[in-house]
């Protein structure tokens, strides 16, 4: 069976192949198929709504079935923020280490014990044959840092997330670790059930 992951990142797209390593299916990225170019905005105000729009958009252009997710950091001591923002959090034009700083400025005044947060991470699956639409969800519950540690080799928000049950920020947690207790892993886990179902559907 054949399945588009929904990126543009080759890197997820690696990830995913790992991830998903029990399935019998063949994994293509967006650019594998010429579709490296279309790019679908995530307009939701929810990481269910903008997986699910990625999912249906994918699927229809290529015909495929087509796995897109969303995810997000949700800060408690900044009722959720960034959650579906976190990409383009305090603006289009910062970086990530800017985003990064900006975090733990606003999380300055906030002490150890309430400092909690998580990932989580929405997996939509569509069939275009069909219309069948299946979402999973992942969650890593942890807390944000008191400063960044930027010695491992993550992106995003990893050097200032640590993850619960450990004491070092997700960037210096082995990738097949990280896979395992992520998020995106969890949710990836959740999806396999749900693919083999979709794909018997074919
Ligand atoms: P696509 O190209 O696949 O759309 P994206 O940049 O929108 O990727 P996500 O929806 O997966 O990425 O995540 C949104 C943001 O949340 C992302 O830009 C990161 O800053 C952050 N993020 C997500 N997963 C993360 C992780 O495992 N570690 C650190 N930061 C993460």
Redesign the pocket.
């Known amino acids: 069976m054949e399945l588009l992951i929904a990126?543009?990142?080759p890197g997820?797209v690696r990830e995913y192949e790992e991830m998903l390593a029990t399935l019998p299916v063949k994994l293509f990225g967006l650019r594998d198929i010429g579709l490296g170019d279309m790019d679908v905005e995530e307009t939701g105000t929810t990481l269910e709504e903008n997986a699910r729009l990625k999912a249906q958009a994918y699927a229809q252009a290529s015909g495929m079935i087509a796995l897109a997710?969303?995810?997000?950091?949700f800060v408690d001591a900044l009722d959720g923020a960034p959650g579906v923002y976190?990409?383009r959090y305090g603006g289009y034009d910062l970086t990530?280490a800017d985003r990064r700083a900006l975090l733990l400025s606003q999380l300055q005044a906030i002490s150890v014990d309430a400092r909690s947060a998580r990932?989580r991470c929405v997996i939509a699956v569509a069939n275009p044959t069909n219309g069948e639409l299946q979402m999973a969800e992942g969650v890593c519950e942890g807390h944000i840092a008191q400063e960044e540690d930027n010695g491992g080799a993550?992106?995003?928000?990893?050097a200032i997330?640590i993850p619960a049950g450990y004491a070092q920020n997700?960037s210096h947690i082995p990738p097949a670790e990280k896979n395992r207790i992520?998020h995106?892993g969890r949710a990836a886990q959740a999806a396999v059930p749900l693919l083999q179902k979709l794909m018997n559907h074919t």
Do not use: P
């Open positions: 990126t543009g990142n997820k997710d969303d995810s997000g950091l976190s990409a990530m990932f993550g992106f995003g928000y990893d997330f997700f992520s995106r």
